[in-house]
C-alpha cells in the first residue's frame, strides 16, 4: 500500500517495483544487521546476502562478517563433536562449504579440523570396542582399532597423536596383554591376532612392562610379519 500511494496519482509499474524493491532491500539489510548485533539468525542472514549479492559497499562488509561468524560458528561445532567422539558429518558440510568460499586456506583449515572430527569419531568406536572385549575376555583386535590408527597415524596435529596414543594403548597394549599369553606360548605361526598386536607395537614403539616379554617371546614367529608389511 505504502508503494502504491507513493505512485499516485500516476503511478506506473516501474514505480510501483522500484519502491518495493526499495522496501524489500531494507527488511533484508536489516535481517543481516540484526544477526550480526545479536548472533542469532545468521543462516537466514546469510540466505538473503546471496540471494540478494548487495552491491552497497558496507552490505559487502555486512555479509563478509556474517560468513566470519558462521566459520567461526561452525568451527566451534564441529570441534566440540571431534573432541567428544561425536558425528560431526552434518557440521562439516556447513563448515567446508562455507569455508571454500572464503580462502584456499581457511578451506584447508575446514578440511583438516573434519578429517580430525572423523578419525575421532572412529577411534571412539574402537576404544569402545576394545574395552568390551577387554571386559569379555575376548581375545580379538577390533577392526576399528585398524581404521583409527590408520586415520589418525597421517594426521599431524598434536591433538591426533594425543588421540591415536589414546587408541594404541586401548587396544594394542591393554588387549595385547590378555591376546598374547593366549597365543605365544603354542602357536606354530604368527597368529592374527597376535600378529596385530606385535606389528603395532613395533610400529610406534610401544613399551609396557607386562607386554614387554611377551613381545620378545613373539618375536621369533612374528618378525618375518613386520618385514612383510615393510614396517
Not at 576404544?127 to 586415520?151: H, I, S, W, Y
Not at 591415536?164 to 597365543?183: D, M, N, T
Not at 613395533?202 to 612374528?222: V, Y
Request: with cysteine; aromatic share 6%.
Amino acid at each position: 500500500m505504502e508503494c502504491a500511494s507513493r505512485a499516485e496519482p500516476k503511478a506506473t509499474c516501474d514505480e510501483y517495483w522500484a519502491c518495493q524493491d526499495a522496501l524489500d532491500e531494507s527488511d533484508a539489510q536489516r535481517t543481516v544487521r540484526t544477526a550480526l548485533a545479536t548472533g542469532e539468525g545468521l543462516d537466514d542472514a546469510w540466505t538473503t546476502c546471496e540471494v540478494l549479492d548487495f552491491e552497497e559497499e558496507a552490505m559487502v562488509r555486512a555479509c563478509h562478517d556474517v560468513r566470519v561468524r558462521l566459520i567461526e560458528r561452525e568451527t566451534r561445532e564441529v570441534t566440540e563433536l571431534r573432541d567428544h567422539g561425536g558425528n560431526a558429518m552434518t557440521a562439516c558440510v556447513a563448515l567446508e562449504a562455507h569455508a571454500a568460499k572464503f580462502s584456499a586456506q581457511e578451506k584447508l583449515r575446514a578440511r583438516a579440523l573434519c578429517k580430525e572430527a572423523n578419525a575421532s569419531r572412529i577411534a571412539e568406536e574402537a576404544l569402545d570396542e576394545a574395552r568390551t572385549n577387554l571386559a569379555k575376555g575376548t581375545l580379538e583386535v577390533p577392526f576399528q582399532c585398524t581404521m583409527a590408527v590408520d586415520d589418525l597415524a597421517p594426521l599431524p596435529s598434536d591433538w591426533a597423536k594425543r588421540r591415536l596414543r589414546e587408541v594404541l594403548h586401548g587396544c594394542y597394549v591393554e588387549l595385547g596383554k590378555q591376546i598374547l599369553p593366549a597365543h605365544v606360548p603354542d602357536m606354530l605361526i604368527c597368529e592374527y591376532q597376535a600378529e596385530q598386536v606385535y606389528i603395532a607395537v613395533k610400529t610406534f614403539g610401544l613399551k609396557d612392562p607386562e607386554l614387554d616379554p611377551w613381545i620378545a617371546r613373539a618375536n621369533k614367529k612374528c618378525a618375518k610379519s613386520l618385514r612383510r608389511k615393510g614396517k
